[in-house]
C-alpha cells in the first residue's frame, strides 16, 4: 500500500521569505502523480501544484515550485518570496498513474503560519 | 463556488443517532470520492463511486455505508455514531474524460460537512 509522510506538523515562515515543506511516500509503482493542495481556514481544499512521476522535471506554478527526487521518494514544496494569504494547512497526496480514476493518498498535513 | 456541493454545512448530533451527507459533484463528473479528515488521522479515503456502483472503500467503518444515485449525487450515511466519529467529511469528484486525457488532473473537492457528535 501506498504510504505519505509529512513528518514537520508545523511551519512557520516570514513574510516575502522562502519555505520548504516536506514530503515523502513509499510506492512500488514506477508511475504516479503526486500533489500539494492547501487547505486554509475556509476548509476548501486547493490544488497547489501537481507532479507526473514520469517527468524528470520539477513543476513550477508562479511562487510554488517542487523539488522532486524519485529515488529518494522525496516531494518538496517551496513557496518563494512568501505571503499573508499562504497560511494555511498543506497536504502531500499521492496517486496511482493506473486507472483514470484512483484515490488520493495523503499525508496528515502541516499547519504553515506566516509572520508579518 | 468549486461545483461541488456539500449539505449540510454543520451537524451536531448526539451518540447513537444516524446522519446523512450528501454530496452533489460538480457537473459531469462521474467519480464521487468521500474522506474524514479528523486532527489526528489527517485526511483518509473512505469510499468511491463511478457511475453508481462503488469502486474502491478505504477505511470505511461497517457503520458507515454510501451511495450513488442516478442524478449522480451520493450520500455517506453515518449510524450508531460515537464521538469518534467527530470530523471533517470531504466529498470530491473527478471527470473521467479529463482523467483519460490528463490523468495527473487533482480532484475537485467541496467545502466538506463539520460533524460534531455529542
Known amino acids: 500500500a501506498q504510504t505519505v509522510t509529512q513528518s514537520q506538523p508545523e511551519m512557520s515562515v516570514q513574510e516575502a521569505e522562502t519555505v520548504t515543506l516536506s514530503c515523502t511516500y513509499d510506492?512500488?509503482?514506477?508511475?504516479?502523480?503526486l500533489f500539494w493542495y492547501k487547505q486554509p481556514p475556509s476548509r476548501q481544499m486547493i490544488l497547489v501544484i501537481r507532479?507526473?512521476?514520469?517527468?524528470?522535471q520539477n513543476a513550477t506554478e508562479n511562487r510554488f515550485s517542487v523539488n522532486f527526487q524519485k529515488a529518494a521518494k522525496s516531494f518538496s514544496l517551496k513557496i518563494s518570496d512568501s505571503q499573508l494569504g499562504d497560511a494555511a494547512m498543506y497536504f502531500c497526496?499521492?496517486?496511482?498513474?493506473?486507472?483514470?480514476?484512483?484515490?488520493?493518498?495523503f499525508g496528515k498535513g502541516i499547519t504553515l503560519s506566516v509572520r508579518p | 463556488d468549486s461545483g461541488v456541493t456539500q449539505t449540510p454545512k454543520h451537524l451536531i448530533t448526539a451518540t447513537g443517532q444516524r446522519v446523512t451527507l450528501r454530496c452533489s459533484p460538480r457537473?459531469?463528473?462521474?467519480?464521487v470520492y468521500w474522506y474524514q479528515q479528523s486532527l489526528d488521522q489527517g485526511l483518509q479515503f473512505l469510499i468511491q463511486y463511478y457511475n453508481g456502483e462503488e469502486r474502491a472503500k478505504g477505511n470505511i467503518l461497517e457503520r458507515f455505508s454510501a451511495q450513488q444515485f442516478p442524478d449522480l449525487h451520493s450520500e455517506l450515511n453515518l449510524s450508531s455514531l460515537e464521538l469518534g466519529d467527530s470530523a471533517l467529511y470531504f466529498c470530491?469528484?473527478?471527470?473521467?474524460?479529463?482523467?483519460?486525457?490528463?490523468?495527473?488532473?487533482?480532484?475537485?473537492f467541496g467545502s466538506g460537512t463539520r460533524l460534531t457528535v455529542v
Open positions: 510506492t512500488s509503482e514506477s508511475d504516479y502523480y
Open positions: 497526496a499521492y496517486r496511482r498513474a493506473t486507472g483514470a480514476n484512483s484515490k488520493l493518498t
Open positions: 470530491a469528484s473527478s471527470d473521467h474524460r479529463t482523467a483519460l486525457v490528463e490523468p495527473g488532473a487533482g480532484y475537485t
Open positions: 507532479q507526473e512521476a514520469y517527468k524528470q
Open positions: 457537473s459531469g463528473d462521474l467519480s
